[in-house]
């Protein structure tokens, strides 16, 4: 009996600062989502634990080292293509100031002024949990 792949563990990092700004980033054109904006992050390695999944891909595309992060929605979804969880950290504390290293366009904003059609489809769940928070 052919075996359902398991759902890809997408980590991503709401980076969120004093003043209730958090930081969204482009996709870049040509990969899944293009143009879509979304939380920093990316797929899990296989044995990696998420919170150190979480900080290798914020510092890979950001530059930055996370110090204070928890877990704060795990979401379920599905795309035509792939099926995925997505691990979802609010992150409070890192070292360094978050700066393109992969030529992703970066933007903070206020979760109240994002208007939702920015977004991978995924992450209009996560605006909507962070604007009921
Ligand atoms: N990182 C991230 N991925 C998201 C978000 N929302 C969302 O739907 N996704 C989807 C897009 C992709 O299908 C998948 C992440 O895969 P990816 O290929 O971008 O991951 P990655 O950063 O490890 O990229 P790469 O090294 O393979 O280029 O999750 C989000 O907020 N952050
Ligand atoms: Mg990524």
């Known amino acids: 009996m ?11 990092g709401v980076l969120r600062r004093h003043d209730g700004q958090v930081l969204i980033t482009e996709r870049p054109a040509g990969k899944h ?8 992050g990316g797929k899990l390695d296989p044995g990696e634990a998420p ?6 891909e ?6 930055i080292r ?8 795990a979401l379920p979804w599905r ?3 792939k099926e995925l969880l997505l691990d979802t950290w609010l992150v409070v504390a890192w070292q360094g100031a978050p700066q393109s290293l992969e030529q992703q366009a970066l933007e903070w904003v206020m979760p109240a002024d994002l208007a939702p059609e920015r977004l991978a489809p995924a992450d209009r769940e996560i605006l909507r949990h962070l604007l009921g928070s």
Do not use: T
């Open 79 to 81: 795309y035509d293509s």
């Open 66 to 73: 996370l110090v204070a992060a928890e877990p704060m929605l």
């Open 58 to 63: 914020l510092h890979e595309e950001l530059g």
């Open 51 to 56: 919170r150190d999944g979480l900080a290798r």
């Open 33 to 40: 989502l293009g143009g879509c904006w979304e939380f920093p």
């Open 2 to 12: 052919p075996v359902a792949p398991s759902p890809l563990h997408v980590m991503a």
